[in-house]
C-alpha cells in the first residue's frame, strides 16, 4: 500500500504534500511582495511594549532571502504553473524566538518562521497567522524548513507578511511534549507569537497595515480554531486587528474525530472490538488502555517520529471523561464576531466532517449569523482529508484577496 496513503494523518501537510497544495496557492491568486528591514519606513506612531513573559520577542535568526525565482522553480519542479501567476517578489525569512507556555502552563521558548515579502520602501502588507497540520519530524517545522516550497514562504511572495508557530514541542523547544489537541496551549503558542512578532516588526520598521488573517489545515485548522476563540475573547491589537479566518479539516470537537478513528481500530480487531469503547475501557486494566492508546496514536501519527507527544486529551477520551475533554480540547461551541470560514470534506474519514458540521451548529445555536459563520464542503473526488488539501489552498486564497489590501 502506498505509505502516503496509508498514513494521512502524519502526512497530509509534510512538505512533500504541501509542494502540491502551494501550487494550489499559486494559480489561485497572483505575486505580491513586502519590505525587509532595511527597505521600509519607521513605524506609524504607536506605542511600543516589549512584553515580559509569554509574548516576550527575544530574538530574530536571519534565515537568508529567496527570489521569486527561487520559489517559482520549486513550484515547477511539483507542477507547471503559468507565468501570469508565478511569484514575482523575494522573501526574507527569519526565525523567531520568544516566550510562550507549555501543556502544564509552564513558561517555555519556542520558535516561528517570519517570512516578509520584499516590497518598495514604505509599503504596507496584511498579516496572516499560517498554523501547519500535524507533522511527526522537527526538521518540518516551519523554522526549520525555510525553503522556496514552505507554505509560508509561498503566501509571503504573494504580499503577506507570514507568521507560522512551529508549536511547543518542535524547533527551539524540541524536546518538550507536543500539547496535541489542548486549547489553552494551542492558542497561546499563535497568540503569544502575535505579540512577541509585533514588537519585532516595530522594532525593525516591518510595516503591516493592521490587517490579519488566521489560516490552516487539520491540526492547523484546530490551532487557527482556538487561537481566534482566543482573540475573540480579548480586547487588545490583535484582536482588533483580525479579519477573517479560515481553517480547514480540523477536529475541533476532538471526541467525534476519535470516535471515527476508533471505529476503524475496531474494525481491525473484531475479536475485542466490544470492549474497545471508552465507556468500558475505563474500567479496563492500565494495559489495556495503554495498547488502545498506542493503537490510535499509530493510526494518527505512525511509528517513525522524533517529536513527543502529550497523550493527555486521548487519556480524557479513553477514561469517557467528556467534561474534561470540553474544557481542555474542545474549541467548536463559541460564538464568532468576524467571518468564520470553515471548509471540509465530506468523505474525510480521519478528521470527521461532523466536526465541522458540530461547530457550524454550535456557533448558528449561539446567534451566530450565516454571513459571519459558514461551511463550505471540498468539491474534491473522494472528498477525503488528504485529495482536500489542495482545494483548500484555492479556497483560502479565494476568501483573503476579497478582504485583504495592499497585496
Not at 503577506?160 to 523547544?173: K, Q, T
Not at 471526541?255 to 470492549?275: F, H, M, S
Request: net charge neutral; aromatic share 8%.
Amino acid at each position: 500500500m502506498n505509505k502516503l496513503k496509508q498514513n494521512p494523518w502524519r502526512r497530509w501537510l509534510t512538505h512533500a504534500v504541501i509542494s502540491t497544495a502551494t501550487v494550489a496557492v499559486l494559480l489561485a491568486c497572483g505575486g505580491g511582495s513586502s519590505s525587509t528591514p532595511d527597505t521600509v519606513a519607521a513605524e506609524p506612531a504607536e506605542p511600543i511594549v516589549q512584553t515580559v513573559g509569554p509574548g516576550e520577542f527575544k530574538k530574530a535568526i536571519p534565515l537568508g532571502t529567496l527570489s521569486a525565482a527561487d520559489i517559482a522553480s520549486a513550484l515547477n519542479a511539483a507542477a507547471s504553473i503559468p507565468a501570469s501567476v508565478a511569484p514575482r517578489f523575494a522573501v526574507t525569512n527569519y526565525r523567531l524566538e520568544y516566550l510562550t507556555t507549555d501543556g502544564n502552563g509552564r513558561e517555555v521558548l519556542a520558535s516561528a518562521l517570519a517570512s516578509v515579502p520584499i516590497k518598495p520602501a514604505g509599503a504596507l502588507s496584511p498579516v496572516l497567522g499560517y498554523q501547519h497540520g500535524t507533522i511527526t519530524r522537527d526538521a518540518d517545522a516551519p523554522s526549520n524548513h525555510a525553503q522556496p516550497s514552505e507554505p509560508a514562504v509561498v503566501l509571503a511572495s504573494q504580499g503577506y507578511i507570514v507568521l507560522a508557530a512551529d508549536y511547543v514541542g518542535y524547533g527551539s523547544s524540541k524536546g518538550l511534549p507536543h500539547p496535541y489537541l489542548m486549547a489553552a496551549p494551542s492558542a497561546a503558542v499563535v497568540t503569544d507569537l502575535l505579540v512577541a512578532a509585533k514588537y519585532w516588526r516595530q522594532t525593525n520598521g516591518i510595516r503591516d497595515n493592521k490587517q490579519l488573517f488566521l489560516a490552516g489545515y487539520s491540526e492547523g485548522g484546530y490551532t487557527t480554531m482556538v487561537a481566534s476563540r482566543a482573540l475573540n475573547a480579548a480586547d487588545n491589537a490583535h484582536s482588533k486587528s483580525l479579519v477573517a479566518v479560515v481553517p480547514g479539516g480540523g477536529p475541533y470537537q476532538v471526541y467525534v474525530t476519535l470516535d471515527e478513528i476508533l471505529k476503524q481500530i475496531r474494525d481491525r480487531n473484531p475479536l475485542i472490538g466490544a470492549l474497545i469503547t471508552p465507556g468500558v475501557l475505563k474500567y479496563m486494566g492500565s494495559g489495556t488502555r495503554e495498547w488502545v492508546r498506542s493503537e490510535i496514536m499509530k493510526q494518527m501519527l505512525g511509528s517513525d517520529t522524533d517529536v513527543v507527544f502529550d497523550p493527555a486529551f486521548l487519556d480524557n477520551f479513553l477514561a469517557d471523561d467528556i467534561a474534561a475533554m470540553e474544557r481542555l480540547s474542545n474549541v467548536h461551541d463559541w460564538k464568532p464576531t468576524v467571518s468564520m470560514k470553515l471548509f471540509h470534506g465530506r468523505d474525510d474519514q480521519l478528521v470527521s466532517y461532523r466536526s465541522s458540521v458540530a461547530t457550524l451548529q454550535a456557533m448558528q445555536a449561539r446567534g451566530t449569523p450565516g454571513n459571519v459563520a459558514s461551511l463550505t464542503d471540498c468539491n474534491a473526488q473522494p472528498a477525503d482529508h488528504l485529495g482536500c488539501v489542495a482545494p483548500y489552498w484555492y479556497f483560502l486564497l479565494g476568501q483573503l484577496t476579497t478582504l485583504a489590501k495592499d497585496l
